[in-house]
C-alpha cells in the first residue's frame, strides 16, 4: 500500500516532516506526504489540513 495525501498546515502553524524534525509542512504550500499514522495523528489534532482537488484558497491569503 502506498497511499499519499495532500496536506498543509493549520493557519499559523509549521509541522515537522516525519523523520526530518528540521523541515516543515507549513501553512503556505501543499505538500503530498504518506498516509502513516504520524500524519493522521496531526491531522485528527488539527495541526494539519488535508488538502482537496476542490479546496480553494482562503481571498485576501498570501
Do not use: F, W
Not at 11 to 24: F, I, N, S
Amino acid at each position: 500500500m502506498n497511499e499519499t495525501i495532500k496536506v498543509r498546515a493549520a493557519d499559523g502553524l509549521q509541522v515537522p516532516l516525519a523523520g526530518k524534525p528540521h523541515e516543515y509542512i507549513t501553512d503556505q504550500e501543499t505538500v503530498t506526504v504518506p498516509d502513516a499514522a504520524y500524519y493522521r495523528r496531526c491531522i485528527e489534532y488539527g495541526d494539519l489540513v488535508v488538502v482537496t482537488e476542490d479546496t480553494q484558497p482562503a481571498k485576501g491569503s498570501k
